[in-house]
């Protein structure tokens, strides 16, 4: 009888056994999915997401392989006057100015203009030396000690007409951590970051993006968000009330920050800035690696941040570099997986919504499928 069993038990392991390789190399031959197929799956993500917080309007864009895969609005650019978002509104693109200020760096990096490791008193004399020195690799990595927001200066509406009136805001402030000994995010390092910038290249910080940056990679819908002034396609910009309606956000002023959160966009924009950080043209590919690479603290710390990017592993186990954004009016997203050749964006007018952080990975992940991750076949 008890031989009798384990005859059984052992034909049911087999069975069991076998039924599972089955599952998994159907899983594993499983037709892909079409692009139509990821597009519809992405467009569903997007309209969960919008549902679940909210969100009057977005903007989103992907593409694979370098060839864009849909760039489409969603919603409302503008609830009062029910105008809808199209491909073309412009959203608050927030702290992914960052990775903009930091290619910019890149690019008088590459043609040795600065110095990634020199006190940044050699390219800004009228910088107020402190305590201990300020590099860029401090400033980029968000570990120079420089201080964060205070009060309502999140919430400012003042105007500055220069970079450097908006650096006068902390220009004097002491450093809050001796630099590179810890991880501290500060969009005022970038604003510092963006005077630099202007003392190695002689133009204005505007001037010097919109040449370097905007015009070579086409990028034709992004701009400085210029309060005082008339911008077609500018969406609106919304909030939360205490009850949790909908209502207009309150009126800010971001020219005290323009390398740090201070641009507008579309979503393809964005798009085309993420392939020109994956492919090359741009910049060197040994300048992608060093700015995507993650920088640790003097003792050793993990900080998931390299110079202007995010580098973290996503929720299905890929690589990623990126960044996302919070601004009054706004949450985006920019997502770059440089070995699969994927580049995702997601714009929102609504500022307390969380970002679409892991929608923009879904959608990647649908575009991953497409082709079983032989990315080389979409042309």
Known sequence: MYLLYRIKLSFLIIVISSFSII???????????????????????????????????????ASING????????????????VSAT???????????????????????????????????????????????????????????????????????QHFDTVSEGVDIFRNDTLVFKPGTKYGYSTYGYNLISEVIEGASGKDFLTFVQKNIFDPLNMNSIIADHSDSLIAHRSSFYSYSDSGEIVNSKFVDI????????????????????????????????????????????????????????SDVDQFGFNWVGHSGGAVGGRSMLILYPEDKIVVALLTNLGPAKAPVAEAQEIANFLRQTFNNKVSEVK
Request: zero cysteines; proline letters at 3%; a positive charge.
């Open 23 to 61: 599952a998994q190399a159907e899983k594993d031959t499983a037709a892909p999915l079409t692009i139509d197929g990821a597009i519809n799956k992405s467009k569903q993500v997007i309209k969960d997401f919008m549902m679940e917080n909210k969100v009057p309007g977005m903007s989103a864009a």
């Open 67 to 82: 060839r864009l895969i849909f760039s489409e609005g969603f919603g409302y650019a503008d609830l009062e006057n029910g």
């Open 87 to 157: 491909k073309h509104t412009k959203f608050r693109i927030a702290s992914i100015s960052k990775p903009i200020t930091a290619s910019g760096l890149a690019l008088l990096y590459e043609k040795g203009i600065i110095d990634l490791d020199e006190p940044i008193q050699k390219y800004l004399p009228a910088f107020p030396e402190k305590r201990w020195k300020v590099t860029l690799r401090n400033l980029a990595s968000h570990q120079a000690g420089i201080r964060g927001y205070l009060g309502k200066e999140f919430l400012s509406n």
């Open 255 to 310: 020219s005290n920050k323009w390398a740090g959160g201070g641009f507008i966009s579309n979503a393809e924009d964005l798009v085309k800035f993420g392939n020109a950080n994956i492919f090359n043209g741009f910049l060197e590919e040994a300048t992608r690696n060093l700015f995507f690479s993650e920088v640790l603290t003097a003792s050793g710390e993990k900080t998931k941040y390299g110079l202007g990017w995010v």
